[in-house]
């Protein structure tokens, strides 16, 4: 991780008012979410997919079946069954 001086991109006020709090520490600023990233429209998709494997699951499908329809493994499919049922 690279770290760049916050004068060189902060206002001075703004790095006032940061070393009333944290004085000369190194600070870490989290990226603000971006709600249509790909990553969170990805994660969706895949929040779907699994709780679909589920409810087909408990309706009676059997995993090597699921595997086979999904492209997954019969690992994957029970990794993901303990998942959901862990919540």
């Not at 001086?5 to 870490?28: D, F, H, R, T």
Request: contains cysteine.
């Amino acid at each position: 991780m690279s770290y760049i001086n916050a004068k060189s991109v902060l206002p001075k006020e703004m790095i006032e008012k940061i070393q009333k709090y944290v004085n000369g520490v190194n600070l870490y600023i989290p990226k603000v979410p971006e709600a249509n990233s790909i990553c969170s429209s990805y994660k969706l998709e895949l929040c779907k997919r699994n709780q679909e494997i589920y409810e087909l699951f408990l309706q009676g499908e059997k995993v090597s079946k699921l595997a086979a329809k999904y492209y997954l493994s019969d690992k994957s499919i029970y990794r993901i069954l303990g998942e959901i049922k862990k919540q």
